[in-house]
């Protein structure tokens, strides 16, 4: 098992930046791949960015150049730097965790979400 808690969502500007932060705690030693996906009022989940085995990254094209997912394997700890936000990044963003056991069986986990604002 896997407990995920978001923090650093909030209110910010268009043009502002916002660092969230993802604390993973449990059988942390058996996650392979981390990342965020956000919810848009009315639209689907999104991955935004991810990243596997620490050295594989993955973002939208919507985050390209402006987002910088980044993980933290001392601390167990996720973030997703964003900067240049916009209107259309109101969202709420969720961290994932995937473990994958011996038999190569995969379990995903999220956490609660941490809402993002951009006011125009």
């Known amino acids: 098992q896997v407990h995920l808690v978001e923090f650093g969502g909030g209110l910010v500007q268009t043009g502002g930046s916002l660092n969230l932060s993802c604390a993973a705690s449990?059988?942390?030693?058996?996650?392979?791949?981390m990342g965020w996906h956000r919810q848009a009022p009315g639209k689907q989940r999104e991955l935004v960015a991810s990243?596997?085995?620490?050295?594989?990254?993955d973002y939208a094209d919507s985050a390209k150049g402006r987002f910088t997912i980044s993980r933290e394997y001392a601390k167990n700890m996720l973030y997703l730097q964003m900067n240049g936000l916009k209107p259309e990044d109101t969202a709420v963003y969720y961290c994932?965790?995937?473990?994958?056991?011996?038999?190569?069986?995969?379990?995903?986990?999220w956490g609660q979400g941490a809402r993002v604002t951009v006011s125009s």
């Open positions: 994932y965790a995937v473990t994958v056991t011996e038999y190569g069986y995969e379990t995903r986990y």
């Open positions: 449990g059988s942390t030693f058996s996650i392979t791949a």
């Open positions: 990243v596997t085995d620490g050295v594989i990254y």
